[in-house]
Nanobody, 123 residues
Framework: QVQLAEAGGGLVQAGGSLKLSCTAS????????MGWFRQAPGKERQFVAA????????YVADSVKGRFAISRDDAKNTVYLQMSSLKPEDTAVYYC????????????????WGQGTQVTVSS
């Protein structure tokens, strides 16, 4: 069974940047769309970004468009989320997830999920 592990979270000031990574073990990303989600305290989990397996096309939520970018390195079984111009409202636990179907993934239906990494943006 594929295991996903996020890394790169932390505390950053507003306007700063962070780069999250998600690495798969006991398996590969091959054939899977990969995505990032986040959940702030008291709020529902929210789609952030996703990247397709077959052509690398990306989808980014309007709330982070122009500030966040998703990429993947299949040779390293790793997907990244580059976050820039961070705002306090970006504070959340960030999760990566995978699904063979991009459509299902974007709806929040992850086949595999990571444990999450905390991102805190101070004002």
């Amino acid at each position: 069974q594929v295991q996903l592990a996020e890394a790169g979270g932390g505390l950053v000031q507003a306007g700063g940047s962070l780069k999250l990574s998600c690495t798969a073990s006991r398996g590969t990303f091959s054939g899977y769309a990969m995505g990032w989600f986040r959940q702030a305290p008291g709020k529902e989990r929210q789609f952030v970004a996703a990247i397709a397996w077959f052509d690398g096309s990306t989808y980014v939520a309007d709330s982070v468009k122009g500030r966040f970018a998703i990429s993947r390195d299949d040779a390293k079984n790793t997907v990244y989320l580059q976050m820039s111009s961070l705002k306090p409202e970006d504070t959340a636990v960030y999760y990566c997830a995978s699904n063979p179907s991009m459509d299902h993934l974007r709806l929040g239906n992850g086949y595999y999920w990571g444990q999450g990494t905390q991102v805190t943006v101070s004002s």
